[in-house]
């Protein structure tokens, strides 16, 4: 008999290795949560800068207060699925308040942002389309790719002339076309030059979706994400978005003004096979969504906190993953061992960072990927700073690994 | 060894990294070491040296280099 786990053992030595450094990547566990920025790991109080919180809305009492009045009043879960008995007034109510802070006609809300693109790409594109998808795009791109039975293409990352390329490679095929894009690239922070895909879309014709995970709610005047910031709303046809980064909760959304959007809901098996949200999840992410619409000082701070860390990183020399500020900054390690050695170096130090090996990154780098929060205090981002200064900047990670 | 079979061995050169012995029964993936998405970064030079379109979900289906040799000139045979 063939076990079944044996096909996974490389996997098993790669983390044996890491954990025979002492290191365990997979095994932090926040012991305690203080803050937005702060936690208690490995018994040390430590500065949380890899969390996506953005917004550093997790701990707002007017969110605290919704969810828990939410829970109280609608009970703790919805027991069933959007279209049995698991849609309540407040999933509605998110829907329209989404879809007012979007612009858009339509918006539909799933339980986890992994399921709004599972659900919009296998519920947009079917066996006889084409789906060209961004070659650095996040897994849940990947798997919604692969469930709906499309044809894939990827093209080479943000180089809209290589998306040119192979559209023109599948002129005259049967069935439609539907590129996927990111706002923000989650590994390395860089942004899709909008503009340039937009000039492509127009030669070629196609429909666009737009995945703002960790965009909503940071880029733009009103928040809306990439597509905002570049005034561009209009030629993207499809948005997903999650709550799970600027709306500090967990869910997930698409959007768009297509007049048969809503036939989405039908047809969208991770929308439609699993349980929704519960009443505290939905009301906490809608009191944020709100509170992003209100509150644009938070976008202003979260700017701040993001050039101050970028700032300070370059000043040290560091070699990081783009050149323009995004609250997404990672810095490139030479290998797989020093990364682990100075990821565990700056925990052990106080502060929490990403590590990010390949394959989950492009191009073979190991990264340090720092998130930027706009609860950061500026003593906070110093000390981030000065952190990297003393374990990477100056290259104590492969001693430290080495004893 | 086919024209084709040598045209992708010698795009496969920057990825075998370990220098592996290249055969048309080698496994790209398991043989050569390769990640899942080093094997598409190597997939797209294969699609753009030969000018033609190989799907991911086409790659799924593709283990060995004779097999993707198979690939390739069944679509540049299309085209």
Redesign the interface.
Known sequence: MIDLLDKHRPIAERFARARSLGVNTIGVTNERMISPTRAIINGRETILAGTNNYMGITFDADCIAAGNAAMEKSGTGTTGSRIANGTYALHQELEEELARFLNRRHCIVFTTGYQANLGMLSGLAGPKDTIFLDADSHSSIYDGCTLSGAKLVRFRHNDATDLDKRLARSEGEEGGRLVVLEGIYSMLGDRAPLADFVEVKKNRGFQLLADEAHSFGVLGPNGRGLADEAGLEDEVDFVVGTFSKSVGAIGGFGAGNHPQFEVLRYAMRPYMFTASSSPASIATSLAAVKKLAAESWRRDRLRLNSARLFGGFKALGLDMGCDVVSPVIAVKCPDEVTALGMWHALLTAGVYVNIAVPPGTPNKLCLLRCSVSAAHTDAEIDRIIELFGEVVAAGHGRKVVNG | MSDTIARICKLLEPFNTNNAALSPQTDISTDLNI????V??FV?EV??HF???L???VLAEIRTIAELAEAVEARTRKA
């Open positions: 990640d899942s998405a080093t598409m970064d797209m699609e753009d000018d033609i379109e799907p991911l979900n």
